[in-house]
């Protein structure tokens, strides 16, 4: 993934679990969902690139990966915070190739995309509001 797509995902992410992100504020409202999308972040980008959008050093990312583990058995709620943090990831990737293959269909001359797009976007699982 590209550094351009950091910030979409992380938006829609505070979007979707209804928090407004506030860089700098040591809250527990805050302080779950940005360890939350920070660990699932790892992987997709670096913890520098990471960090720097939320204006930190790249050991938050290392301090939220070391307590991940411990969150995920032991943080009420942290649990389905970071799989809606995976699935804001995913919804991404997903509405990205949907978005190339549009422009497949395009270069292709079929007229019917529309239908083409919905029939594929009907068959792919989106809801960021159920957990499991």
């Known amino acids: 993934?590209?550094?351009e797509s950091l910030g979409p995902i992380i938006e829609s992410f505070y979007r979707k679990v209804g928090i407004e992100r506030k860089n700098g504020?040591?809250?527990k409202e805050q302080y779950m969902p940005r360890?939350?999308?920070?660990?699932a972040l790892v992987g997709h980008f670096t913890y520098v690139?990471?960090?720097?959008?939320?204006d930190?050093?790249?050991?938050a990312v290392v301090y939220a990966r070391k307590k991940h583990e411990s969150n995920m058995l032991y943080w009420k709620g942290y649990?389905?915070?970071?799989?809606?943090?995976?699935?804001?990831?995913?919804?991404?990737?997903?509405?990205?190739?949907?978005s190339d293959f549009d422009e497949y269909l395009v270069s292709m001359g079929i007229?019917?995309?529309?239908?083409?797009?919905?029939?594929?976007?009907?068959?792919?699982p989106?809801?960021?509001?159920?957990?499991g």
């Open 1 to 3: 993934m590209d550094k």
């Open 25 to 27: 504020v040591k809250t």
């Open 35 to 39: 360890a939350a999308i920070m660990c």
């Open 49 to 54: 690139t990471i960090s720097s959008y939320f």
């Open 56 to 59: 930190t050093d790249h050991y």
């Open 79 to 98: 649990h389905e915070m970071y799989v809606l943090a995976q699935r804001a990831i995913k919804n991404y990737n997903v509405d990205c190739v949907i």
């Open 111 to 124: 007229e019917n995309r529309d239908d083409i797009l919905d029939m594929i976007r009907s068959r792919v």
């Open 126 to 131: 989106r809801s960021l509001s159920s957990v």
